[in-house]
């Protein structure tokens, strides 16, 4: 393949850290077997070697990693509700009840799939619904198309209507034939997934507890700490605990590989414990904004020394688009006087997040060895977009261009394990 390329090394501390990534303006990538074999300059790559697909004048990047989005929320985007608990209430959990048909399943995961890819996401960690059924099909068909993907069934026993709850022991064993029969399965894993501590009773919350210990690779993932109501009515039913990072903490929830959607209200407190654990906060900006949930303070869980992802949280989230959800990033740290550089962006939708998934020696970079996984971007791609870029002046203001204005057609190409997915 011949393009511009651009894979970061480490992450960019400021705007002049140069050394943190390779940008070669005219690259080579050498693909073979769905892994990145060389990249290079163009002139340093025998062209005998290969057959080449030419992407100049367009940017390639390693494909972009979306840490938490929920498949059965697909047709759930844009719900008007006031706030997470009604929202959730109204519209999403009667949404997820469809979740229980084999066939809708099967449907929704290829669509699914294609949106994700349309919009340059190569690798997703999503929750399915409480019905094994809806993971079952999101694995199949991930592993279809050779992609990369975590998922796992809904943990819920309480506080949701009848058709969305499962008990502790059936939730257990669904969790437990899902894990045998997908965890490391192709480019598969799965994540243990107790929604959150308002649906899950303390009995739910041991069998929770039980998988994380029987399957220490296996991720976990949660939310917690999106808005006033829910911890409220998180810490009133989990009396026992110091505050709602306790409850996960109480239950052995909390660890490396354990990812923590929105994390926005935390107390200093919270925010200590969470440290000592290395569980990764996932920042989800187009829902905290939409919700109305809050500003994620990136900056201050970052000075604790945590890792912070970034994510869709689709259908919370407005938007598949991981430029978009960096538009709305910047934006929300701006509003906290956290100024979030186009390199730190990028290098956060890419290695970034696959640092926080424990994958980096696998994705996120276009070195030599890792999965060819590959989004083609075009700054141009819009009537605006073209004339921003006119007048550009360098790569730093076309990043920041595909950051801002750039969606799912600035998307020209995206290639998961060296395959082509756009026709
Ligand atoms: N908290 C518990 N479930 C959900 C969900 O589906 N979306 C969001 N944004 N927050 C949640
Ligand atoms: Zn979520």
């Known amino acids: 393949m011949r393009a511009r390329l651009l894979s970061f090394s480490r992450e960019p501390q400021t705007p002049d850290d140069t050394d943190s990534f390779r940008y070669i303006e005219d690259g080579a ?5 769905g892994l990145i074999r060389a990249m290079d300059d163009f002139d340093r790559i025998d062209p005998a070697e290969a057959e080449i697909i030419d992407h100049r004048p367009h940017l390639v990047m390693p494909g972009f990693i979306d840490t938490h989005l929920h498949f059965p929320q697909t047709q759930v985007i844009a719900s008007w509700a006031a706030e997470l608990l009604d929202w959730l209430n109204d519209y999403t959990f009667p949404e997820e009840t469809r979740y229980a048909d084999p066939e809708l399943c099967a449907a929704m995961a290829k669509a699914f799939l294609d949106l994700l890819t349309a919009h340059g996401t190569t690798t997703a960690v999503a929750y399915a619904s ?4 809806s993971a079952e099909s999101l694995f199949a068909e991930a592993l279809a198309r050779d992609m990369r993907l975590i998922t796992g069934k809904v943990l819920m026993d309480r506080n949701a209507p009848d058709a969305l709850r499962d008990t502790a022991q059936s939730g257990y064993d669904d ?18 997934t107790p929604r959150f501590a308002i649906t899950s009773t303390p009995a739910q919350m041991e069998a929770a507890q039980a998988l ?11 939310h917690l700490s999106e808005n006033h109501a829910e911890i ?5 039913l989990y009396p026992q605990a110091t505050d709602y990072t306790d409850i996960y903490a109480c239950y052995g929830l909390l660890r490396e590989n354990s990812l923590l959607g929105h994390a926005i209200h935390l107390t200093d407190r919270e925010i200590g414990a969470l440290a000592e654990t290395g569980a990764k906060p996932v920042f989800c900006p187009t829902s905290n ?14 000075a604790a020394g945590l890792t912070n992802a970034i994510a869709s949280d689709i259908g919370g989230g407005t938007s598949y688009s991981m430029l978009q959800t960096l538009a709305e990033g910047y934006k929300v740290l701006q509003l906290q006087g956290q100024r979030l550089h186009p390199f730190r962006a990028f290098h956060w939708i890419t290695r970034g997040n696959a640092v926080a998934l424990g994958l980096a020696d696998r994705i996120g970079t276009l070195e030599a060895g890792s999965e060819a996984d590959l989004v083609v971007l075009d700054a141009r791609a819009t009537p605006a977009m073209a004339l921003r870029m006119a007048r ?3 790569l730093m203001d076309e990043l920041f261009t595909l950051q801002v204005m750039g969606d799912d057609r600035a998307v020209v190409q995206t290639y998961i394990a060296g395959r082509a997915q756009k026709g």
């Open 212 to 222: 994380a210990q029987e399957h220490p690779d296996c991720h976990i993932q949660t």
């Open 175 to 192: 969790s437990k034939s899902l894990i045998a029969r997908w965890q490391g399965k192709g480019r598969l894993g799965y994540a243990i």
């Open 29 to 33: 990538l050498l693909i073979e077997g």
């Open 232 to 236: 409220a009515l998180s810490c009133q």
């Open 289 to 302: 904004l939409y919700l109305g949930s809050g500003l994620f303070n990136d900056a201050k869980l970052r």
């Open 130 to 133: 409480v019905h094994a059924t």
């Open 392 to 394: 550009a002046r360098g």
